[in-house]
């Protein structure tokens, strides 16, 4: 089984500053990592995912994550956010032997103050 | 760009009455999923549903609650009898394949209000 952990339930962050919202995940088999965010009153959207390869993957909107195995982390960044980033984003897991469901962490809010 | 739609936005209903949350997955995906979030807790895993059978369901998807695909586009989820802890956000998602390497596209999502 897996589990993810977002250790930051919220973040206020000041326009044009760097942000870093992280990700820890726990799973005794191989995985794939995702960040996903959700804007005021829409659907979860796809911000980027890791599946193998390199360990910095870019996303939409200018995000990127790294993935640390040794530290089971994967990290989401961002140098210079703006007031449209204001979301709530989630992290999560799936069973790279193709169980499909996906294991959320409990996310984390992201507030951009100008 | 093709999206997942779901109806109605905000349900409200009274404790043991049958709801029907619906879905219009994205037109030529294969893999079906509807995941939960109560309030202040993390978005949970519910059922994967391929090819008319459930191909997935995790312990909170007992024998209240059922998933069908009446026709060609829609998706439903069904509590038979609802209870107040059935409040939560309940997403509807669709994938192409079911591999974990496939975007899984997820709709806005239904609050469902259980009195």
């Known amino acids: 089984a897996q589990s993810v952990t977002q250790l930051d339930s919220q973040v206020p962050v000041f326009e044009e500053a760097p942000v870093e919202l992280r990700c820890n995940y726990s799973s005794s088999v191989s995985v794939y990592l995702f960040w996903y965010v959700q804007y005021p009153n829409q659907g979860l959207q796809l911000l980027l995912k890791y599946l193998s390869g390199s360990t910095l993957v870019k996303g939409i909107n200018g995000f990127e994550a790294e993935f640390n195995k040794s530290q089971t982390s994967f990290h989401l960044r961002k140098p210079s956010v703006h007031i449209s980033d204001t979301a709530e984003y989630f992290c999560a897991v799936s069973d790279v032997q193709g169980a499909q469901k996906l294991v959320f962490g409990q996310g984390t809010r992201l507030t951009i103050n100008p | 760009e093709p999206e997942v739609t779901q109806t109605p936005s905000h349900q409200v209903t009274q404790m043991g009455q049958e709801v029907i949350l619906r879905c219009v997955p994205i037109?030529?995906?294969?893999?079906f999923y509807w995941y939960r979030q109560i309030l202040g807790q993390k978005v949970e895993f519910l059922v994967s549903f391929y090819n008319n059978e459930i191909s997935e369901k995790s312990e909170i998807f007992d024998d209240q609650f059922s998933v069908e695909r009446p026709d060609g586009s829609n998706f439903t989820l069904k509590i038979r009898s609802t209870k107040l802890e059935d409040s939560a956000m309940y997403f509807c998602?669709?994938?192409?394949?079911?591999?974990?390497?496939?975007?899984?596209?997820f709709g806005p999502g239904t609050r469902l209000t259980v009195l």
């Open positions: 037109s030529n995906h294969l893999y």
């Open positions: 998602a669709s994938s192409a394949e079911g591999s974990g390497v496939n975007t899984q596209y």
